[in-house]
């Protein structure tokens, strides 16, 4: 949940592609639950468990299809 922000903002400034989130998140120095730096392959995994948690608990925010 704590990763669901920094998303939001990234999509505020018109980024869009994994490989633009994962840059934008190491810019900024927000680390993996692991400790490690993103990769488009960890925030393809990290979005689908936020979307899931959003099925469940409808929130407002977009995150791009």
């Given at each position: ?18 490989t633009?989130i ?5 810019e ?37 299809p």
């Amino acid at each position: 949940e704590r990763l669901f922000p920094h998303i939001q903002l990234a999509e505020k400034q018109g980024l869009t592609t994994r490989t633009e989130i994962s840059a934008y998140l190491n810019e900024r120095g927000v680390l993996t639950p692991q400790g490690r730096e993103w990769t488009k392959e960890s925030i393809t995994y990290h979005l689908r468990k936020i979307r899931k948690i959003m099925k469940e608990k409808p929130q407002q925010g977009s995150l791009f299809p």
